[in-house]
Structure formats: C-alpha cells, structure tokens
C-alpha cells in the first residue's frame, strides 16, 4: 500500500493545489505531456516535473514546473523516482523527462 506523509496529504487536498490542479489540465488540454495523447478528466494526473518533496514550500505550486501525465506514464515516472536521489531529482528537466520517458513508453 502507497503511504503519503501528512504533510503531503494537506497539500494535495488544499483549496490552492485543486485550484491549480484544475488549470494546468485545462491548460494542457488534458494530454499526457510525454504521449500527447488525451487523459479523461478521472484518470488525470497532474505532477511536479521536479517532486514536491525535494522542492521548497514557496515552490509546490509553480506552474512552470507541472504537467499532465496519464497514471501510466506517472507510474513509470514514479519508479525512475525511486532510483534517483535526491540531488538528482532537483537537476530533472521537463526535457530530460521527456526523454526518458518516451523511451520506457514505447
């Protein structure tokens, strides 16, 4: 079973974090950023490129660093995640993601 730390679960159940949440998949037009193809609104993960958890506070809710991913996508995310530490997840851009996880998603 997932366990996410109290913190986390504030955050994510925040009047602000649903707020954004809402405009960034509108803003993306409910595609997965790596596939670009269309998510439903249900199934819709909006995640941090670089993780909430390695970030500070003043930046949980930049938008520059959200995106769409389809709960595929984000589970194979998840899991390159776990294998990396915590400075190399501070250094991950939105392109090396890409690239990565164009790859793995084939």
């Known amino acids: 079973m997932y366990y996410r730390d109290q913190t986390a679960n504030q955050f994510y159940h925040s009047k602000e974090w649903k707020k954004i949440r ?3 998949a509108a803003r993306d ?5 790596v596939t670009g193809l269309p998510v439903s609104n249900d199934k819709i993960i ?5 993780p909430r958890r390695v970030l500070p506070v003043d930046k949980w ?3 520059d660093n959200l995106w769409c991913l389809s709960p595929t996508t ?3 995310k998840t899991k390159i995640e776990q ?3 915590q400075n190399q997840l501070k250094h991950c851009s939105k392109g090396w993601w890409i690239k990565v996880l164009s790859e793995r998603t084939k």
Do not use: E, G, K, P
């Open 22 to 24: 809402q405009f960034v």
């Open 29 to 33: 037009y409910y595609l997965d950023a």
């Open 46 to 50: 909006v995640d941090h490129i670089v």
């Open 61 to 63: 809710l930049d938008m």
């Open 74 to 76: 984000h589970n194979t």
């Open 83 to 85: 294998s990396l530490n």
